[in-house]
DNA sequence: GTCTATAATGTGATAGAC
DNA sequence: GTCTATCACATTATAGAC
């Protein structure tokens, strides 16, 4: 039945969402996707011939889940200020909401930058006009207007982009030597960052 | 003879963590950090009784090449403003000169958190005095003299940290969205954030 | 201390019945 | 589509000669 399969397939998915994010693309076990999807090994490889396929299936749904909200906000046509406030609070929500998104997708950049960037490329379309210019034409113009100090764009936006997901991706190596281990502690400090963020950022380049 | 035996360990371990950089736990594979050593495989055995064995040993000499002298910084008894510049100058020159380790660090922490836990105590002796303690208070002290804005010390530590690492453990992200692929072009990049980042911290904090 | 050979197990993938 | 059984190979680890 059409729709008992497409019930499986995303049982396959969720569960192998899970696995991957967890352990990475050369520590996940198909083993331990199927029995999370509670589903027999070989169906694994009925629906997606191989781990790798299934990677690629995953991290393209991950990547889905954040990359198009964040380029609208960057190449969108508003005032600096605002597109900062808006982009930190975007960018800090989803990843409040897929927490394990940010260190997975950078952990399998650096383990095999070509081979993701092929599957960036099939999830957006393509790579050409890069979505930073866009952030980097809104400092100029505010820079010229003279309503912010002059500033490299592209240390301010690694600064946003850094206190952005940073708390998140590191969220254990913090909770480790700053924070309690207190779930619910750390997830309130998330929250406050959404607006946090942008204010310690237009506080020290505006004039 | 003594001195080959401490050649041949200083071989290894300086194979395993190249090996262990780049492919974490379960990426590495015994066979390559034999060869990048070029010695047996049973050598490693020999000198490092198991995988687990010699990724432990990886990993404590990996956190003994920053965590020292970041912790010395933060409980250092002198003014915030200057606490700030010496830790981001500091923390980013250790990372320019060794750049994979903090993805390293906060991968593996979230992989196994308890036993890398265990692997810093035994590296650093304890973790029960709170580094992150020496920092709040600085800054407690700087918000009663009436010199900075009023901001919560652990978002100011947590937006500090992030600038500092994120930039290196995101690096090969970066250059993906937003950079050329120019090895040059981004040390450079990096080298002006040991200064970039405390002013553009302190700009935002002082009254 | 260093090597060769091999054991023991784990893991991705396939064949074939139903 | 889903299952059982099994292959083929990779990988950690050890035994034992030198």
Chains 1, 2 share one sequence.
């Not at 169906?43 to 990547?63: G, I, N, Q, T």
């Not at 930058?113 to 379309?125: Q, R, T, W």
């Amino acid at each position: 039945m059409a729709i008992l399969q497409h019930e499986t397939e995303t049982k396959i998915l969720d569960a192998a969402e899970k696995v991957f994010f967890n352990k990475g693309m050369s520590g996940a076990r198909m083993q331990e996707i199927a029995d999370k999807a509670k589903i027999n090994k070989s169906l694994l490889h009925y629906y997606y011939r191989s781990k790798e396929k299934l990677f690629r299936a995953v991290f393209k749904s991950a990547f889905k889940k954040f990359a198009p909200k964040t380029i609208m906000i960057l190449v969108e046509n508003i005032p600096l200020f605002e597109k900062i406030e808006k982009f930190s609070s975007s960018y800090i929500d989803i990843f409040i909401k897929h927490p394990s998104i940010p260190l997975f997708v950078i952990y399998e950049l650096n383990r095999n930058p070509k081979g993701i960037v092929n599957i960036i490329v099939d999830a957006i379309g393509t790579m050409e006009k890069n979505p930073v210019q866009g952030f980097k034409k809104s400092v100029y113009d505010e820079i010229k207007k003279g309503t912010i100090i002059e500033i490299d764009p592209r240390q301010l936006f690694v600064n946003m982009l850094s206190m952005c997901i940073f708390p998140i991706a590191g969220r254990v190596m913090i909770e480790t030597i700053g924070f309690d281990r207190n779930k619910e502690e750390y997830n309130k400090f998330l929250k406050e960052r959404k607006t946090e963020v942008s204010k310690f950022i237009i506080n020290s380049i505006k004039k």
